[in-house]
């Protein structure tokens, strides 16, 4: 009998304690009137959209823009499409927000989900990330314009690569950039590797000529000089040592720019005022100065847009998008 | 200055009463953390660096030293008690340690897991510590065609778990390799086997095939035979290890050891794979010694994976801190704590801030003592979870896995799912088809497939690439020696099997035989 109760009590304390580790570890259950709220990640922790949600968040607690906790879910699936599911099924749920870019509207099209973007309540972009052309230092491709040349020779006998799947930011800018130059996009060689780390190892080993993907991941290996920037995507060259030398597409005569971004998102269906005040929460952060020390941290370009401005551009990008993939047949 | 003496620099700036605190601490909340089921060691970890902001650089990679490596065993202890393992890395741990602690060993899986690990984490530190910068630069010319070979390798080793019958064994693998298929073809992005699910678009959690035919099949079967079986109670047994389980131990520590540092140090190596190779080995190596406790809970099988799975731990610190390369998922949330400490990885990271370095190498060899210092006393005491009565326990174990399943992806899909696998768990206990295969097709059908199509794009087509990387033809090499000796020897000696039976008088000619036999396995 001893025994029997000595075990139901230890049974009890596990029990108890796991409670006490996961109502520590999860996050409390929040009552009706209070200010917590939860941002949806659409990948993996460590990932891209992690990185910057998780650091909006952490500037926003910090600063008590919310006057309340920010409790953090990755939803990981379907390129996003996973997470986008789930913030348009919380319609009108005025304490939920969602971190996603140009990634996700590529991935709602990949997987067929019956919404876009801007379907949600846009709240405003927060950075851009600028993508590179890649190249080994001893690569034959000296200038963009060589990697030109030689797309227009034999278009699939380049070997390029990227970090995302078919339909995601390092696979549309390359397809992008070959429709630029009259090159088939169909016909050329695109490997795609599971993010920026896998796709560094392959262009240092020289598995591919040239790799697609945002600069930022590559910073290292600029500066040290193992990789080569050829050409960078947006409308002005970034700075950093490595870096700077690399000329805007436009410089050199492409007529292209492309950049991938990420912005925060809000339900839809949630009223006019709460939209306002957390556009204004969101500006809020975007004043801070951790906010400008996790920009100058991660290497994110401070692209600021809200509101209307900001959904009108995810309008245009969601074309750009679904043109690219039309031309691709992978719609 | 040599390595060893900045080594040293880095224990001096790393060593102080308070440091220790927080390494302690680190530890303790990383061991919690990665118990509670459906948290790997990366979501661990992403949930517990907010805690080391605002402490000073060292304090914080002591402390975050302290929950990666708790947070790395703790995944291994709810796989040894409860059949449930946290993360891939710790499917095979899960095998053997579920079956010993059943059979009232769990004190001692639990003691080899931690020793194992903490003798991995060492060794496999001290490697980077010496080795990491020309490890970095042979492991990128490792390509697509070098991963394809060691899946073939892998691939051939799944026919020695297929177990009685070769028929039950395969239609269990082919499941997996099914199973595997599921989800977003990363190369044309086209869906496969979806049924126009998005939330099946992605691929099927590893995680969750293993805790659904594992756990959850496992307890529908006991449940299913409640009646008919006599409810046996789990005997108490030892607290401690013996003097044999250590002697058992120490070569699959080394062993996997062996097999997982250089996976963790190849970009995309893995943990999957070593722990796999490590299992196979150590029940080879037991068959031939002619104590084969596989099946029925041998520490062998929990001492090597283990070993194998931080080692390759330690070894993805190789890209990283060399390469700036993130290779797993835990390893991209360190990159991004890294880099909140002021720690820019990558090629010039070991001359630029030295300090900075060698103190998180000798804080990640601090993190393995205390993890070893604190856990071993802590052994006997999970142990005596299982002493809760069968109906409780296995309610427990339901409620664990639903928990874990929904956890990591808070989506009401995966428990429908996850049923749905313990229910498949069931029907492949019932019809006598082996788990362990099943389990293998999921994990490496996707890993072989991908590594296949990326060597077939990189030479667009050219099926000779395959073999243009001389690793991947030593790899070859060594799977036709694995398919063909054992062929020869039983053709060339039909009388090897035979002496087993003798009582004695040849005993010399056995001894001869199984020289033999060794050296043909080696």
């Known amino acids: 009998m001893v025994r029997q109760r000595t075990r139901r009590t230890f049974a009890t304390v596990v029990a108890l304690a796991s409670a006490l580790a996961l109502a520590t570890g999860c996050g409390v259950t929040r009552g009706p009137q209070s200010n917590n709220m939860t941002m949806l990640i659409p990948n993996s922790p460590g990932g891209g959209y992690d990185q910057t949600g998780r650091a909006a968040v952490a500037v926003m607690e910090n600063a008590d823009i919310t006057g309340g906790s920010f409790e953090v879910t990755n939803v990981i699936g379907a390129g996003g499409s996973v997470a986008m599911t789930r913030l348009m099924n919380a319609e009108g749920d005025e304490r939920t927000m969602m971190t996603a870019g140009l990634g996700v509207v590529g991935s709602l099209y990949s997987f067929a989900a019956p919404y876009k973007l801007d379907d949600a309540t846009p709240i405003a972009q927060l950075i851009e990330d600028q993508e590179g052309v890649l190249v080994p230092a001893d690569s034959p491709f000296k200038t963009i314009d060589d990697l030109v040349q030689a797309w227009q020779d034999d278009p699939g006998a380049v070997v390029a690569g990227g970090g995302s799947s078919p339909g995601g930011p390092d696979h549309l800018f390359p397809m992008q950039l070959a429709t630029a130059v009259d090159v088939e996009p169909r016909e050329l060689t695109y490997v795609p590797y599971d993010g920026g780390g896998p796709l560094t190892t392959a262009l240092l080993g020289k598995k591919i000529d040239v790799g697609f993907s945002g600069v930022g991941e590559f910073e290292g290996q600029l500066s040290s000089g193992e990789l080569r920037l050829l050409a960078v995507s947006g409308d002005e060259r970034l700075k950093g040592e490595g870096i700077s030398e690399a000329p805007t597409l436009t410089e050199a005569g492409i007529d292209l720019v492309f950049t991938n971004w990420r912005g925060v998102f809000a339900p839809p269906g949630i009223s006019e005022e709460r939209r306002d005040e957390l556009i204004g929460m969101v500006e809020e952060m975007h004043e801070t100065p951790e906010w400008q020390q996790a920009l100058e941290d991660n290497g994110w370009i401070d692209e600021f847009k809200t509101g209307d401005e900001f959904t009108q551009f995810l309008q245009e990008q969601d074309e750009r998008v679904a043109t690219t993939l039309e031309e691709l047949d992978l719609l | ?522």
């Open chain 2, 1 to 522: 200055m040599d390595n060893l003496g900045l080594l040293m620099d880095g224990f001096g700036a790393v060593l102080t009463p308070e440091n220790l605190l927080y390494a302690a601490i680190g530890v303790l909340l990383g061991t919690f953390v990665g118990v509670l089921p459906g948290i790997g060691p990366a979501m661990a970890v992403a949930l517990l660096l907010p805690v080391t902001y605002g402490l000073d650089p060292i304090a914080a990679f002591i402390m975050f030293a302290g929950i990666y490596y708790g947070g790395m065993y703790g995944g291994s202890t709810t796989a040894i008690l409860l059949n449930t393992p946290g993360e891939s890395a710790s499917v095979m741990t899960a095998l053997e340690g579920n079956l010993m602690a059943r059979a009232g060993r769990a004190a001692q899986a639990l003691a080899t897991a931690a020793i194992g690990s903490f003798i991995a984490g060492t060794i496999g530190t001290l490697l980077v510590v010496f080795f990491a910068p020309a490890l970095a630069s042979v492991a990128v010319d490792i390509g697509a065609p070098s991963y394809f070979a060691l899946m073939v390798l892998a691939m051939i080793m799944v026919t020695s778990v297929l177990g009685g019958s070769a028929l039950r064994g395969f239609i269990a693998l082919f499941l997996g390799l099914t199973i595997g298929l599921v989800g977003l073809d990363l190369n044309t992005g086209q869906t496969r086997l979806s049924f126009d699910q998005p939330l099946l678009a992605g691929r099927i959690d590893v995680v969750v095939v293993a805790v659904g035919i594992f756990a959850l099949g496992e307890a529908l079967w006991v449940a299913a035979h409640l009646r008919r079986n006599p409810a046996h109670v789990i005997p108490v047994g030892r607290p401690w290890m013996s003097g044999s389980d250590l002697k058992r131990s120490w070569g699959p520590w080394l062993r996997g050891t062996a097999y997982g540092f250089p996976f963790g140090a190849l970009p995309a190596g893995g943990a999957e794979i070593p722990t796999f190779l490590s299992y196979i080995t150590e029940k080879r190596i037991a068959a031939r010694k002619g104590h084969d406790e596989f099946g029925r809970g041998a520490i062998e099988g929990v001492a090597g994976p283990e070993a194998a799975n931080n080692a390759s731990a330690a070894g993805t610190f190789v890209p990283l801190l060399a390469l700036g390369l993130p290779v797993t998922a835990t390893s991209a949330v360190m990159l991004a704590a890294l880099q909140g400490y002021g720690i820019e990885p990558g090629p010039s990271l070991m001359t630029d801030q030295p300090e900075l370095v060698w103190a998180l190498l000798a804080s990640l060899l601090i993190g393995n003592v205390l993890l070893l210092v604190l856990n071993l006393p802590l052994a006997p005491l999970w142990a005596k979870l299982l002493q809760i009565p069968r109906p409780q326990l296995y309610a427990g174990i339901l409620f664990f896995a639903a928990l874990g399943s929904y956890a990591a992806n808070i989506q009401a899909f995966d428990l429908f799912l996850l049923l749905l696998l313990g229910l498949l768990g069931l029907l492949m206990r019932r019809f006598g088809l082996p788990v362990l295969p099943l389990i293998l097709g999921v994990i490496l059908g996707p890993l072989m497939e991908t590594k296949l199509r990326e060597a077939m794009a990189l030479s667009r087509g050219e099926v000779s690439a395959l073999w243009s990387e001389p690793l991947g033809v030593v790899i070859y090499v060594v799977v036709a020696l694995v398919v063909v000796v054992p062929i020869v020897v039983r053709a060339v000696r039909p009388a090897a099997v035979v002496p087993a039976v003798e009582p004695s008088g040849r005993v010399e000619g056995e001894a001869a035989d199984n020289q033999g036999n060794e050296e043909a396995l080696r």
